[in-house]
Every structure is written in structure tokens, then in C-alpha cells.
């Protein structure tokens, strides 16, 4: 797994770095620099070659001072470059300013950023405005930087792009959109979150060499990309019981589609056994739909913690198609009762958010999977910080929500979107990288098929937050392998495929 930073977790490795006496600020400054060169000609062999034109526009700090190595590479191959510097030159920070001076020592100019700097057909625009130090929103009129007649073949930014912050992922005031996003040592937060993918264009990555001080578990960050647990997924020997049981509950009659989905995801997933606990009116609606699935009727509350007390049932899946009714709170009470692993999904996350006692039964075998809607049901507060608008930089994130509510509730929180958060109470957190490919998740049944997945984990063993993370990276995993089309009955059906793909 890719840890990756905040602002402040990356200011203080390079703090922890400069502290050791083995590199200087002006060393990784020169790596930096050099590196986003490096990374701008892997992605555009073209430019490797021949004298090009480019502009690159400095801010006031380190992040400029990037801009300055970079523009004295570019010339040292012949390019014609252009810096455009934002703010006073003797205000630059120390490295900044030591890379200004020598850009300009080599007879360059610098002018000032302004309306209309960039003109003409300028093969390589290089964002060096801000950085990770970003603290407030972009007043500047980016669009306004350009005339009419400007026309730019490749736009690169520098570590993250301007205006966009590298703690949310959140666009502060206005942000300038690259092709291609070249960042040190680690991927920040802001890469993978909110606004982040219509703005950062490709990611790449480049070791500036710290990696020395990022082994040190000290400066280690708890935010990292879902990895799967491929030891964890393969099955081992054994018979159907040694891989779990989960029980899925189902709504009445009419509202049974959504358990069933679970249930066959449950079941792909590898648990052992997979029963639907069906209130009477729906039995035979569901006995006409399943073959592999078990059926088991449950009428009410007492029916449901008689089943319980069967230790062979490892987890519990309930809020798919549940209902919203007395009888469906009285399920989650008794699921909680009996301190089993248990997904709580969709219509259980809204009984939660409406019930104080039902929130204060959560435990840490539960694992609450809410979209953006039921979040805000479950932890109103945390959803209304992380919907207002950012007056300043970091701005409160959505990984900053879901390890709050994570630990409010005392329990996994997978906080659902193109950029699903996943967050354990004991303050881990990962994040699954959106993707285009992956957009087609959006879709009916498809949280549905989440939850099976992540109770069908529960049930082999896994721990929350490992089942709950694996369940999202899987997901993400089938809808890339199916592609365009998919719906939620395909996903399942795809699993074996991604098994098959990751060697399993
Ligand atoms: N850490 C590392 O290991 C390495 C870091 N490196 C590089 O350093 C970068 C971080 O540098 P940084 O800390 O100097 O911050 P940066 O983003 O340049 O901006 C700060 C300046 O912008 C200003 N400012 C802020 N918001 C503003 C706004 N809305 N509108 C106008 N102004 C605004 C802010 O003003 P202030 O808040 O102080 O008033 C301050 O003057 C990092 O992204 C990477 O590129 C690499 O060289 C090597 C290794
Ligand atoms: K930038």
C-alpha cells in the first residue's frame, strides 16, 4: 500500500530529512525540478527532442522555486523559456530565491505574472503558482493569464495544480487544469479526492529521495491507497463452514432485489455459505430466484436473535431494500445485540442516523457503509463541515470526515463516491483512487453488491477495515474488468475474472 500525505505530514519529512544533515532544501528543490523534467519527457517523448517554447509561471514560494529549476533545465537544452513570477522576487523564501538568482544570473529575464503573459503557440505550460502551501482561495484570474490568441500544447503542474488543495482535493477559489501532474516522493491526499480529477490530468510520482525518512514509521502518514489482501482473498483448504456463513437480510415482498444482489456477492466473494433471511411474505418471491443461496424465515426481531445464537454464522448483512419501518429498527438492534460482524447498509444507515441508541450500539465489528446522502444522516455535522465552502487551505477533507465519523461510531466507515473512503476506528484510513474506468459503478444495486462483497469478507474472517477495503478495491476491480455497460447483476459475475487476473 502508497501512503499518502498531507501538506503538513509531507513539510514535516522534509523537515526530518534537511534535519539529518544528509540533503539540503536546494538539493530536493534541484531533484524536484529535475524530476518534473524527467516526468514531462516520459510523457511526451516529443518534447525530448528539438528546441521547444514554454512558459512557466513562478508563485512566491518553493513551489516557484520548482519553476525556476525547471525553466534553467529547459534553456540548458535549448528551449526558449519564459518566467513569469508572481508577487516581489526578493520576497522569495531562500531556496526560491537562490534558484531565481541563478536563472537570472544566466542573463534570463523574469516578468511579472499578469493578465495576457501568456501568448502565442507555447508548446509547454509549466504551473509552478502554488503548491502544498496553498492557504487560501486563488483570487487571481487564472483564465485572464492567458490572450485569445494563446494557444498551449501541454500543460504540466507542478507537484499539485494551482488552487487545487493537496489536503481535500478541493478546488479553493479557482484552480489551473493540467494534462499531466508531477509530484514528489509521494502522491498527496488532494490527488485522490474531490475535484481532484478534473484538474490533475495523469499522476506521476517522482523519488526526490526521501524515502529514507519515510521508512521511519514516526513520520509515516495514516492515510494510504486500498491495496488488496491477496494472502487474505485465496481460499485455503477446508469445507464450506471453515469460509463463514453470512446471513443477508431481505425487505418484504416487491423489495427483495437489493438483499439477493448482496447475497450473490456474499457469496462470489468466497463465504462458505450464504443464507437470505426472508420475512414470510417475501419467501416465495425469493425461493423462486435462488439456487446456491439458502432461505431461512425471519419474521421479526426474537426470530432473527434466535438465528443469531448459531455460532456458524460469522456476519450479517442488513439494509438493502430493508424498509424504514419499526420492525426493520428492531432487526438492527438485535444484529448489534448479538456483537457479530455485520454491514450496515443503506436503509440501516438511515434508522441509524435517526435512532441515538441504535448509534450507540455500534461496535467494532460493525461496518457502516454510507453514500453522501446517508453520511449526512448518520454524522450531519461532520457532512455540513465537509459541504461549505473552503475559506482557506487545507481545507477539511473527505478522508477527514470519514475518520471522524469512524471514530464517533466506534466503528469501519466506508464513506462511499467516486472516491471511496474507507476509515477504521482505530484511525487508519484508505482511499480507493477514482478512475474513469470505474465510473459504470454508477448504478443501480452496485452499493448493494458492495455490501455482499464486504459481508462475504467479514464472514471468511477478515478483520473490518481489511474486509471493508478489499471489498471496495474488488469492486472498483470488476467494474474495470467488465467495462462500459455494466450493471449491478454483472459484478458478481466478474469477480471470478479479477480473481483469475490477480493470480488467485
Ligand atoms: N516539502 C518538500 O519536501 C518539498 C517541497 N517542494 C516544493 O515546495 C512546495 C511547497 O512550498 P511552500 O511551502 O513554499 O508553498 P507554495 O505552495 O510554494 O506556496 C506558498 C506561497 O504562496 C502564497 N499563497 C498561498 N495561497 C495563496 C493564494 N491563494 N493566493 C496568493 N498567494 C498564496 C503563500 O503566501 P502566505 O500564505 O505565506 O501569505 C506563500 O507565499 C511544494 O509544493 C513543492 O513544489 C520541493 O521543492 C522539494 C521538496
Ligand atoms: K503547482
Redesign the pocket.
Known amino acids: 500500500m502508497a501512503e499518502i500525505l498531507t501538506a503538513a505530514e ?2 514535516s ?2 523537515k526530518v530529512a534537511m534535519e539529518s544533515g544528509r540533503v539540503t532544501g536546494l538539493e ?2 534541484e531533484r ?1 525540478g529535475q524530476g518534473v523534467c524527467d516526468a514531462l519527457f516520459a510523457q511526451w517523448p516529443a518534447l525530448r527532442w528539438g528546441p521547444h517554447r514554454a512558459v512557466v509561471l513562478c ?8 519553476g525556476f529549476v525547471i525553466a534553467r533545465v529547459l534553456a540548458e537544452r535549448g528551449w526558449l523559456v519564459e518566467v513569469c513570477l508572481l508577487g516581489d522576487p526578493t520576497s522569495l ?1 531562500r531556496d526560491a530565491q537562490a534558484n531565481h538568482d541563478r536563472w537570472c544570473a544566466a542573463g534570463h529575464a523574469v516578468v511579472p505574472l499578469g493578465p495576457g503573459c501568456i501568448t502565442g503557440a507555447v508548446d509547454l505550460l509549466v504551473d509552478a503558482l ?11 484570474d487564472l483564465a485572464g493569464l492567458m490572450t485569445a490568441e494563446a494557444e498551449i500544447g501541454h500543460r504540466v503542474a ?3 495544480p494551482s488552487g487545487l488543495c493537496a489536503d481535500s482535493g478541493r478546488i ?2 479557482a484552480a489551473l487544469a493540467a494534462d499531466l501532474t508531477v509530484s ?2 509521494t502522491a498527496k491526499r488532494g490527488h485522490y479526492l474531490a475535484d481532484a480529477g478534473e484538474v490533475c490530468g495523469a499522476l506521476r510520482v517522482v523519488d ?1 529521495g ?1 524515502g529514507p525518512w519515510l521508512d521511519d514509521r514516526a513520520a509515516v502518514a495514516p492515510a494510504q491507497l486500498i491495496g488488496l489482501p491477496l494472502e487474505a482473498l485465496a481460499k485455503r483448504r477446508g469445507h464450506k463452514f471453515s469460509h463463514g456463513h453470512a446471513l443477508v437480510l431481505t425487505g418484504g415482498a416487491g423489495r427483495t432485489g437489493a438483499a439477493r444482489l448482496a447475497a450473490r456477492g456474499a457469496l462470489r466473494v468466497g463465504a462458505g455459505l450464504v443464507t437470505l433471511g426472508v420475512p414470510p411474505a417475501a419467501q416465495m418471491e425469493v425461493a423462486q430466484q435462488i439456487t446456491a443461496l439458502m432461505l431461512r424465515r425471519i419474521s421479526d426481531a426474537s426470530d432473527l436473535s434466535a438465528v443469531l445464537r448459531d455460532s456458524r454464522i460469522t456476519a450479517v448483512c442488513l439494509g438493502p431494500g430493508l424498509g424504514l419501518d419499526e420492525g426493520a429498527a428492531e432487526k438492527i438492534a438485535a444484529v448489534l445485540a448479538s456483537g457479530k460482524p455485520v454491514v450496515l447498509d443503506a436503509d440501516a444507515c438511515t434508522l441509524i442516523g435517526q435512532d441515538p441508541a441504535l448509534f450507540d450500539a455500534l461496535h467494532g465489528g460493525c461496518v457502516l457503509t454510507p453514500h453522501g446522502g446517508e453520511f449526512a444522516r448518520l454524522f450531519p455535522d461532520v457532512a455540513a463541515r465537509l459541504e461549505a465552502k473552503p475559506d482557506r ?1 487545507p481545507a477539511f477533507s473527505k478522508i477527514d470526515a470519514a475518520m471522524q465519523a469512524a471514530d464517533r461510531a466506534g466503528c469501519c466507515v466506508v464513506f462511499k463516491g467516486p472516491d471511496t473512503v474507507v476509515a477504521g476506528a482505530d484511525g487508519s484510513c484508505r482511499v480507493n483512487p477514482p478512475e474513469a474506468a470505474t465510473a459504470w459503478l454508477a448504478t443501480a444495486g452496485s452499493g448493494d453488491v458492495l455490501a455482499g462483497f464486504v459481508t462475504g469478507l467479514l464472514a471468511r474472517g477478515l478483520a473490518p477495515v481489511e474486509a471493508a477495503a478489499a471489498a471496495v478495491a474488488l469492486h472498483a476491480g470488476c467494474a474495470r474488468r467488465f467495462g462500459p455497460g455494466l450493471i449491478a447483476e454483472d459484478l458478481p459475475e466478474t469477480l471470478p475474472a479479477v480473481f483469475r487476473d490477480l493470480g488467485l
Open positions: 509531507m513539510r519529512l522534509e530536493l528543490m524536484a508563485g512566491p514560494g518553493n513551489n516557484g522555486g520548482d523564501p502554488f503548491g502544498t502551501g496553498l492557504t487560501r482561495p486563488v483570487t487571481l507542478v507537484d499539485i479553493l477559489g514528489f516522493q526526490i526521501l487551505g
